[in-house]
């Protein structure tokens, strides 16, 4: 009995500490972007720090019989509760399985040379620079093997790709040669952290990686193994994804569908590490096999709640790992390995970029745009701490770095996309003769929005799969496996760009999309010709 209540007072506790955190992330997020102009991811961070056990988190409260409601467990390796740290792992999961949803994959591999140079020109510089400052600013630290110093070098590595994919949005140069390759490059700078991150927790689990007992032949191993399995399951999921889809598609229902790549996602996410691997290694592996399935948008789109409750607690739940207590005693080295992790960025992915026919103009967007920090860094940050291999100190450095890095990148990112082209010569892309485009116009632009909608509708009917990728006009990618339609409203004329075997089909389907419109306006008219339904809705009230 005495366990059962013990068990219930433990629920009762983590029931109320997710109310808390929900409603203050919430708040702070919606405060830092819709008046400071910044990602919300700030605001959860800030928030965590604020409620957390070295906040006011550690005031006591009477109705739990004197505790505080986010009490540092007893004995425990981090400061919030395993029941706590639960959820905030399950969060990375959900959050990595997003990030390799939306990664696009025909662009990266479109850019996969040039982004694959920028990325690791990013990768070395920063790692050597990061791992290096930890040799020279760390007492206890003497070899840039060191599991400290390598974590320190990995963390620094890591490239917050939506901050920047959200600029270069606003500004319409997703598309550009600068916006694909620094996509590209930032999608390989994550994929090497992780791989590097399996590399160092392989050697921390093992017990060989220190500053006098290096195993080379170990961390072949490990690393062969973690890129093994990066790679092998890449390709294998990759192939398998269109064949697992169309097999769940013919449930004809999508959040089944939806709820069943994710509860695979989560299955290779703990094989991954069974296997030694990180949990989000697993996790991304099955985004990006996705990712280029035509049920991509739809399993992201009904995955959204999820997302919207559970991501939200892991960066508010990193924020509570920050120690307020040593941060004085680890700012100087903070500011310093921002900046030299900000420098490492610039030279190591600008250099590159300069030697791939970008000129100058083109290589300073391309290495401002790989400064931000975010969502990657807090996760190895998190990794480092929980194994035991950064202390609380170190911890709060690399938030520290992950907030000034992500601070200043924006404003120095929308300058540099001033002027005119980065690229030395023309891309060679896809002719636009190719694609045969139709287009009709409407007399107003709430018309224009209905029969959009019901265009979107029809193409569900017919199997496709609407997937929005534009944000100032609307655009959206409508897919059916191999075949792929652009559809596109601008004002009041809405366009398809379709493929000249599907010309026919989009003309017949858009054919009976407007008689079906004339015959609804038709039944319309007859309804406002009429005074018969209008006097008996307002018979009653005279």
């Known amino acids: 009995m005495h366990e059962g209540a013990s068990l219930t007072h433990m629920m009762t506790v983590l029931v109320l500490q997710l109310a808390v955190i929900i409603l203050a992330a919430k708040s702070f997020g919606f405060i830092t972007s819709r008046f400071l102009k910044q990602s919300s991811v700030l605001g959860e961070l800030i928030a965590g720090m604020v409620i957390g056990p070295f906040a006011l988190g550690s005031i006591p409260l009477a109705f739990l019989g004197g505790q505080s409601l986010f009490a540092i467990p007893i004995g425990a390796d981090l400061p919030v509760s395993p029941e706590l740290y639960g959820f905030a792992t399950v969060a990375s999961i959900v959050l990595l399985f997003f990030s390799g949803l939306e990664t696009d994959l025909k662009t990266f591999l479109r850019f996969a040379g040039t982004g694959s140079i920028v990325g690791l020109g990013g990768v070395i510089a920063t790692f050597l620079l990061g791992a290096g400052s930890a040799v020279v600013f760390i007492p206890q630290v003497n070899s840039i093997m060191n599991p400290t110093a390598l974590f320190m070098g990995i963390i620094a590595t890591a490239t917050s790709v939506g901050i920047t994919a959200r600029i270069l949005s606003e500004r319409r140069k997703l598309s550009s040669p600068e916006g694909v390759t620094i996509l590209s490059a930032a999608v390989l700078d994550d994929v090497l952290g992780i791989v590097l991150l399996a590399v160092v927790i392989g050697l921390v689990r093992s017990g060989r990686g220190t500053d006098s007992d290096v195993d080379w032949g170990l961390i072949g191993r490990i690393a062969l193994k973690a890129f093994g399995f990066w ?99 680890v700012l100087v080295y903070g500011l310093v390995y921002t900046f030299v992790g900000m420098f490492g960025k610039i030279v190591g992915c600008g250099v590159p970029a300069l030697t791939m026919g970008f000129n100058a103009r083109g290589a300073m967007r391309i290495s ?58 023309s891309l060679d892309t896809k002719k636009s003769e190719d694609l045969k485009s139709i287009s009709i116009d409407m007399p107003s632009v709430s018309l224009a929005d209905f029969v959009m909608t019901r265009l979107l509708t029809a193409f569900r009917q017919a199997d496709f799969f609407p997937r929005r990728v534009g944000h100032g006009n609307l655009v959206y990618a409508v897919q059916k496996d191999a075949v792929q339609i652009t559809l596109l409203r601008d004002g009041t004329t809405i366009t398809a760009n379709v493929p000249p075997d599907q010309e026919t089909f989009v003309r017949l389907l858009l054919t009976e999309e407007i008689l079906s419109l004339k015959e609804l306006f038709r039944s319309v008219e007859k309804v406002a010709g009429s005074d018969a339904m209008e006097r008996d809705m307002l018979g009653g009230l005279f």
């Open 231 to 329: 790679i092998g399951s890449t390709v294998i999921g990759i192939i398998l994804a269109p064949r697992i889809t169309k097999g769940l598609k013919s449930l004809k229902d999508m959040g089944t569908l939806s709820m069943v790549t994710f509860g695979l996602a989560l299955m290779l996410a703990g094989l991954s590490e069974l296997a030694g691997l990180a949990m989000i290694i697993g996790a991304y592996v099955m985004g990006l096999a996705l990712s280029g399935t035509d049920v991509a948008e739809d399993i992201r789109h009904r995955l959204d709640g999820l997302y919207n409750f559970i991501v939200p607690i892991f960066f508010c739940v990193m924020g509570m790992l920050v120690d307020f207590s040593v941060l004085p005693k």
């Open 368 to 425: 401002t745009g790989m400064l931000p920090r975010g969502e990657v860094t807090l996760i190895m940050a998190g990794l480092g701490l929980s194994s035991g291999v950064l202390d609380p100190g170190l911890f709060g450095v690399a938030v520290m770095s992950m907030f000034i890095s992500s601070l200043i990148a924006p404003p120095v990112l929308v300058k540099a996309f001033k002027g005119g082209s980065g690229f030395k010569k």
